[in-house]
């Protein structure tokens, strides 16, 4: 059983739908029981990141998230994937997770439309993600968002051209981080919730 983090922020239904065509189990749920007894997560996330980690801190669920994703797997979209780093500059400086190193800053493109909004082709750096399984270069994938992440080389997965690199997709450990939305990327997205799915099977 997936559990999809619903702390208010979050575009829940999308994610939900997305799963259920795959047959991927889940549920929406603040609920902490429920939470510890899932097998993984998705922290989903739209807006900006002040508003968000208030909403996440508010729900009391932080520790309970860092607990688990020491042993279980996590994927946080979009918003959801900035708010696992270590801070974001977005209005305000603000804390993060500090699940995977790095931080959130402005897209520093000129001449080109902010948000970064559209499909945009994948760059693998490491293949042998398992979430990256039967994912190929050049396969697109859609991005909506004004802010970039900055992660570790150690920790970036792939990313886009957007007058820049563009980091699309982080991991660490047990956490993983898609700036693009799964749920909205077509077969290429489902396949990457598939692979996000197998991972506690």
Known sequence: MIA???YGAGNLSSVKNALDYIGEKSIITK???????????????VGAFPFAMQKLNDTGLV???????????????????????D???????????????GKVDKIPVKNLKIP??????LNIVKKDNPLMKNISNGDSVYFVHSFMA??????????????????????????????????????VGLEILRNFGGLSK
């Open 87 to 101: 801070e974001s500059f977005e209005f305000e400086q603000t804390k993060g997770l500090s699940l995977i190193s």
């Open 150 to 187: 900055y992660p570790t080389d150690d920790d970036l997965v792939a990313y886009c051209e957007y007058g820049e690199k563009i980091p699309a997709f982080i991991s660490k450990g047990n956490v993983y981080g898609a700036q693009f939305h799964p749920e909205k990327s077509g077969e």
């Open 4 to 6: 999809i983090i619903d």
């Open 116 to 121: 970064h909004m559209g499909w945009n082709e």
């Open 63 to 85: 520790d309970v998230l860092k607990q688990q994703v020491k042993t279980k797997s996590l994927l946080g979209i979009c918003l959801g994937m900035q708010m696992l780093l």
């Open 31 to 45: 609920d902490k029981k429920e939470i510890e007894l899932a097998d993984s997560y998705i922290l989903p996330g």
